[in-house]
């Protein structure tokens, strides 16, 4: 995994805006009905090259396919593991959302949720079908290919992939006698898809919202002490599924819901943090820029970062359409690496950009003027912390 040894390096979190071709293809797939194979993935070649292309030429060192053939980054499992079958389980919604019901029913009336197939949890969980991901990391690797833009900067390039804890907090269990066990078998099941991505020379993402999110969702009726036990079980079952990927080439995300809500309920990261850190991966992506959490930058003060983690902190909220100033940027950026050191931070985002298909708060057009405030930032971050000649190499 490549460091920030002599610029601020940049990247984000994993998804970005799908063209709408591509949004009605994985609608039409979700539900079940008949499509165009072939024009599927013709217009899946299409978007992951003008993802990469727009990635390039906006700064972003490192890349990703844009999450492009997902519905979402955590039900598009269904498609690839056995034992999900549709469903008609209600989705808890957010406590925060909850607190303020008129807000709540407001965003539901605008179309403001997403809408997809609840999966469920029927049968026995195992690899069904592997060939999706080996068409999204030949798709993602031919686009990088292509992608020889004059001056780009690209340094390295990531695939996500949903976390055990994740999958089990969007698709129910109705199969397995304990979550537990639910877990055990979810960490068997993606240890494939996980150990398939770094072989391929990609680096690894895991999306881990199950480690925030899932406090005001899943547990919002049970006490902190429950949720941080079942925390540090998803934890145990993720580094179970990552035993034979190298630490170096991994990435995790962890977020609160990539939503404009009052996050009030958000648990603190303090709280979470000793069970965060004791995951595998090199990489921590956390929220930094919104307004809940902004604050947090803080705790590293207090809780040194592990010899053997980097920081990826959110330095632009994903949930509002500011174009953040590329100067609050490089402040964000500044007081990290002031605290952990320049080269054990890389600037990213709050969370992604197409969360699920056909669903995201940031307008496309604005994602990628944010997506350049990002490394404009990360280039006077760069003047600060190395000087204004590494800002010229």
Request: aromatic share 8%.
């Amino acid at each position: 995994m490549q460091r920030s040894t002599d610029r601020m390096l940049t990247t984000h979190v994993g998804s970005l805006p799908r063209p709408q071709e591509v949004v009605d293809f994985l609608f039409a797939q979700d539900r079940g009905d008949s499509y165009d194979a072939t024009a599927f993935e013709e217009a899946l070649r299409r978007a992951v090259a003008d993802m990469v292309s727009r990635q390039c030429e906006a700064g972003i060192d490192i890349v990703s396919d844009g999450e492009m053939s997902k519905i979402s980054y955590a039900t598009y499992i269904r498609h690839r593991l056995t034992g999900f079958e549709p469903g008609n389980v209600p989705r808890a919604t957010p406590a925060d959302l909850d607190d303020f019901p008129e807000y709540r029913d407001r965003l539901a009336a605008m179309g403001a949720t997403p809408k997809y197939v609840r999966p469920i949890c029927k049968g026995p969980i195992a690899v069904k079908d592997a060939e999706p991901l080996r068409r999204d990391i030949a798709r993602f690797k031919q686009a990088l290919s292509l992608s020889t833009l004059s001056g780009t900067n690209r340094v390295e390039a990531f695939m996500t992939a949903v976390s055990p804890g994740t999958i089990a907090l969007f698709q129910p269990n109705e199969y397995y006698p304990s979550r537990e066990t639910y877990l055990e078998a979810l960490a068997d099941a993606m240890r494939a898809e996980y150990e398939t991505i770094v072989e391929s020379g990609l680096l690894l993402q895991v999306d881990c919202p199950d480690l925030g999110m899932g406090r005001h969702i899943t547990f919002r009726d049970a006490d902190e002490a429950e949720f941080l036990r079942n925390a540090a079980m998803q934890v145990d079952a993720l580094n179970h599924a990552l035993a034979r990927v190298p630490a170096d080439r991994v990435r995790l995300h962890v977020c609160w819901g990539n939503y404009e809500g009052p996050h009030h309920r958000d648990i603190p990261l303090a709280k979470v943090l000793p069970v965060l850190l004791r995951v595998k991966p090199m990489a921590l992506l956390i929220e930094g820029a919104n307004p809940r959490h902004e604050h947090e930058w803080e705790i590293w003060k207090s809780h040194p970062l592990p010899a053997d983690k980097i920081l990826v902190p959110g330095v632009l909220d994903s949930s509002c359409n500011f174009v953040e100033h590329p100067e609050l940027v490089a402040q964000r950026i500044v007081r990290y690496a002031d605290l952990v050191g320049r080269d054990r931070v890389i600037a990213g985002t709050d969370c992604g950009f197409g969360t699920f298909a056909g669903f995201g708060a940031v307008h496309p057009a604005i994602c990628w003027a944010k997506m350049r405030s990002l490394a404009e930032g990360a280039r006077l971050a760069t003047a600060k912390l190395w000087g204004a000649a590494a800002v010229a190499v």
